[in-house]
């Protein structure tokens, strides 16, 4: 067995690394922002990263999606910027469902676009009343006179919303679900600011009142709407996963140059043995967590729908390290971990809500066991 990167995986981290570092003097500043920061979406259009999120056949990089470029691009963006790695992660989440289900049309209009970044997609899924549980879903699909659809209801911490050129909606269809495709610019869309997080993040609650589109704007067939989210979950939520490795790597670091260097009782704070033990925990935890997140990815580069379940494993997995880690080198820092706006204390909150996101911990433990109880007899 070979754990070490091919060569062409090698190349994409070295690409992910120099775009991080590039944005690295302004990543403090647009990690605490609630909207797009230009330089760095210019730093990712300028870093063709964006490239792999759709098929060659329509700009991309590769023939298919690739969950394992991604997850190593994720890895050295969040060890970064936060506000970076979110935004190249959703030209992929948000775009995905036209990749795996749209229309020639649709698939030549939009998918050259998000490869260089020239447009921002979004996905919306959750509502005010409707989190992980997307079957009591309210928005509705219905059929005018015209042979149109009309498209009513709430959808709310949408990411992207406020700056995104199209919506990719989840919602009910008759006793069915579909997911619509719905340029930003259509009448009867309205988006207001999410209340503000404690990791600032681009979001919005997004309103459709009467929004009438040609039928033509379902993705796929009436009724897919299910499948083509678990499609998108089996391509990028293992780069959950990645990112979370990303920061746990970049917490460790911090804490370690800090305990080195940092002088009690006549030594170096990590030759302390309750310190030491701390460092050593925390990087053998977040190399299970990196060895997890790449087999799940590799896995998921062959088929991403029977993979799902590694990648559920490795999101579970390498969040929760990702917390206990930080919250490991806050205590190694002692009072200089509590500084607000430290590198430190950013890394904190940020690693907060990579446990809910994309799959709660809760739920993917649920689907893990119900996998598992099927599979032993």
């Known amino acids: 067995m070979n754990f070490e990167l091919d060569k062409k995986y090698i190349e994409i981290q070295k690409d ?7 944005i690295e003097p302004i990543a403090a500043e647009a990690d605490e922002m609630s909207t797009i920061h230009p330089e760095v979406l210019a730093a990712l259009r300028k870093s063709n990263l964006s490239d792999l999120m759709v098929p060659r056949e ?22 970064v910027s936060s506000h970076a ?25 939009w998918l050259p676009r998000i490869a260089t970044a020239e447009v ?39 990411s992207n919303a406020p700056s995104a050129s199209f919506f990719v909606v989840f919602a009910r269809d008759g006793d069915q679900y579909s997911m619509v495709l719905v340029p930003s610019t259509a009448d009867g869309i309205s988006v ?52 979370s490795v990303g920061l746990a790597q970049a917490a460790l670091e911090e804490a370690t140059r800090h305990t080195r260097t940092r002088v009690q009782f006549g030594k170096p704070l ?44 490795a999101k579970l997995a390498s969040s929760e390290a990702a917390g206990r880690v930080v919250d490991r080198c806050v205590q190694m820092m002692g009072r200089f971990g509590l500084i607000r706006n430290s590198k430190i ?3 904190y909150r940020q690693a907060r809500p990579m446990r809910i996101y994309e799959g709660a911990s809760e739920i993917l433990r649920l689907g893990i066991a119900r996998q598992l109880t099927q599979e032993i007899e």
């Open 192 to 243: 207001r600011p999410t209340p503000e997080i404690i990791a600032p993040h681009v979001l919005g609650d997004v309103t459709f009142s009467n929004v009438k589109l040609p039928s033509s704007a379902i993705l796929g067939q009436p009724g897919q709407g299910l499948k083509l989210v678990l499609a998108t979950l089996a391509v990028f939520r293992v780069s959950v996963a990645g990112a």
């Open 120 to 158: 921002l997609p979004a996905l919306a899924l959750t509502e005010p009343d409707v989190g992980s549980d997307l079957k009591n879903a309210s928005t509705t699909i219905e059929s005018d006179d015209d042979g149109n659809i009309v498209i009513n209801g709430e959808k709310s911490w949408i």
């Open 270 to 313: 990590a030759r302390l043995g309750p310190v030491a033990q701390m460092l050593a925990d925390s990087w053998t935890e977040i190399e299970m967590a990196r060895l997890l997140t790449y087999r799940a990815a590799a896995s998921a580069v062959d088929d991403p729908a029977a993979a799902l379940n590694l990648s559920s494993m």
């Open 16 to 22: 992910a690394r120099e775009f991080a570092r590039e």
């Open 345 to 347: 204390e950013k890394l």
């Open 58 to 79: 329509y700009g991309g990089r590769f023939e298919h999606v690739d969950p394992l470029a991604i997850c190593i691009v994720r890895e050295a963006l969040m060890a």
């Open 85 to 109: 790695d979110s935004l190249f992660a959703l030209q992929g989440i948000g775009s995905f469902a036209i990749t795996a289900s749209g229309s020639t049309e649709q698939k030549q209009e």
